[in-house]
């Protein structure tokens, strides 16, 4: 299981540093059962490394580029994250496709450029409002899905995090029902199989993102293929954060 924080464009340096520390402080020492990460804006990340560095939680950026370096002002590369402590990088989150002009393509470059350098992608995926009122949810997942992995060679489960974030669920306090996030969860863990095989495929973590609160996450981690979450406004709160790691690791418990 996997519970990651996406600050998004919030937090200054000096908030950034004790939001780092309360989330420590919070969340005490991982266990290995339940990982917990935290992905500050690029600026912050070095300053919440020192933070972080020697504990259990591991520090992600919210967005990286292919290349490993190059004419591409404004971009940051696999190495340069990795050089500040990075273990992970969100990749195609939806506010990155709707706002930034991100495609299937350009995601599976950057999976790509990750999963080579060991630099651990979680990827981002779901449908809109739109496509979910038309009940293409299943088509769309599997579209991003398949663009974002193809032609990725993947040594073992713990190169790849998917997220599964319904775009209508995100920041806007709807989230999808457990048996919502199931269906959709069961449908990335067969395509995480064929295109991996049994094994790796069905140790992968996929996570759900979407409005996930202390309220919720009982219920949603409670989920056969719901291995953790991916957590945007409740990961500002350190004690809603810190619940939310606390009702992974009784569900883990429960596995
Ligand atoms: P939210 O964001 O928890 O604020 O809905 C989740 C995300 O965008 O990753």
Redesign the pocket.
């Known amino acids: 299981m996997l519970i990651?924080g996406?600050w998004?464009m919030n937090t200054d340096r000096q908030r950034a540093v004790s939001l780092a520390r309360d989330v420590l402080e919070h969340v005490g020492d991982s266990d290995s059962d339940v990982l917990v990460a935290i992905c500050p804006p690029f600026v912050n990340l070095e300053a919440v490394s020192s933070v972080v560095s020697g504990s259990a939680v591991r520090l992600g950026a919210q967005n990286v580029h292919h290349a490993e370096s190059g004419a591409f002002t404004g971009e940051v590369s696999v190495p340069m994250l990795q050089g500040v402590g990075c273990h992970y990088a969100?990749v195609g989150?939806?506010?990155r496709r709707q706002y930034f002009c991100e495609t299937d393509e350009t995601v599976n470059e950057k999976v790509k450029a990750c999963v080579d350098s060991r630099l651990v992608p979680i990827v981002?995926v779901g449908e809109s409002l739109s496509e979910r009122e038309e009940n293409k949810q299943e088509e769309v997942v599997t579209r991003q899905v398949r663009k974002a992995l193809s032609g990725v060679d993947l040594p073992d489960a713990a190169s790849l995090v998917v997220?599964y974030?319904p775009v209508w669920?995100?920041?806007?306090?709807r989230?999808a029902t457990p048996e919502q996030a199931q269906e959709v969860h069961a449908l990335i863990r067969g395509l995480l199989v064929q295109s991996f095989g049994e094994t790796i495929g069905k140790a992968i973590n996929i996570l759900y993102?979407?409005?996930?609160?202390p309220g919720n996450a009982e219920e949603l981690l409670a989920q056969t293929d719901v291995d953790g979450?991916?957590?945007?406004?409740?990961?500002l709160k350190p004690d809603q954060f810190a619940a939310i790691v606390e009702s992974a690791r009784n569900q883990a418990a429960i596995n």
Do not use: V
């Open positions: 990651a996406n998004k969100i989150h939806s506010e981002c997220a974030e669920a995100i920041g806007t306090g989230t993102g979407g409005s996930m609160n979450g991916l957590i945007g406004g409740a990961s």
